[in-house]
């Protein structure tokens, strides 16, 4: 589905990402974890190619990622991405924000928007929020409504990066429970996260990264009982 073969990427003179090798299999949830800085966000942004790379190569579903244009745009479209920051346009309802894309980007019709997504609204439990303003929701509601928002372009896969890390700790779980649900349902997934116990339950792979390289690429199981790095040893002591 993903396949990233070395790919490398500079800030300056930050080797941010290093010979990076991945690969996503359709339906596969493969759960990113690594210290602050070690380039987690820089690997999401490289994937929807909202930055470019230097070397190496990307494909969706066997298709190399193009450089610009129309066909990145649509290609684009196809891996949907949350972010920390639910970034919902605040003067739009939750429908409205939820339809918006679909009649923009794929010209969708106005009634099969709204019935899209009034069902994508009812699968993270907010058909009743439909008529509201962001603002009028929680945290853990926003940021739910921007799952419903990237569901709505019926993309290939999704990315997440630290989907619960600006929400207070009581709202983490609601959001974990529907990104659980998608994991369930099939949904091709990359998710960046500290919660280790989403990793754990819901993860096929567990890929540790530290200082721009991938370090560790294995199984939640087996990273968690037996990792093999003292970088990954060293970062699981800090946070378990
Ligand atoms: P993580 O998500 O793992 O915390 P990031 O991918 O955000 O790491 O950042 C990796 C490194 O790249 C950090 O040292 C960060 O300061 C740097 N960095 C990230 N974005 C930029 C940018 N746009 N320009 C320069 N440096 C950046
Ligand atoms: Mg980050």
């Known amino acids: 589905m ?51 790379v230097e070397s190496g190569t990307i494909t969706l579903s066997g298709q190399p990622l193009p450089a610009e244009g129309k066909a990145l745009a649509r290609l684009r479209s196809e891996v949907g991405m949350v972010f920390q920051s639910f970034n919902l346009f605040a003067h739009k309802t939750v429908l409205a924000n939820v339809m918006l894309a679909p009649l923009k980007v794929r010209r969708k019709r106005k009634d099969e928007a709204e019935r899209r997504a009034r069902e994508l609204l009812e699968r993270v439990g907010l058909a009743a929020h439909a008529d509201k303003y962001p603002a009028q929701l929680s945290g853990g509601q926003q940021q739910r409504v921007a799952i419903a928002r990237a569901l709505a372009m019926d993309p290939q896969a999704l990315l997440f990066d630290e989907p619960t890390s600006a929400l207070d700790p009581e709202m983490i779980s609601e959001v974990l429970e529907v990104m659980r649900q998608l994991a369930e349902d099939g949904m091709t997934m990359v ?42 040893k060293d970062f699981l002591s800090k946070i378990l």
Not at 25 to 39: D, F, L, M, Q
Not at 211 to 232: H, L, Q, W, Y
Request: net charge neutral.
């Open 191 to 232: 998710v960046v996260t500290h919660e280790m116990g989403f990793a754990r339950s819901a993860a096929h792979r567990v890929v540790f990264m530290a200082e721009g390289r991938i370090v560790e690429d294995r199984t939640p199981e087996e990273f968690f009982t037996a990792p093999e790095s003292d970088r990954a």
């Open 2 to 52: 993903i396949t990233l073969r070395g790919v490398n990427k500079h800030y300056g003179r930050l080797h941010v990402l290093q010979d990076i090798d991945l690969t996503v299999g359709r339906g596969e949830v493969v759960v990113v974890i690594g210290p602050s800085g070690s380039g987690k966000s820089t690997l999401c942004r490289t994937i929807n190619r909202l930055e470019a």
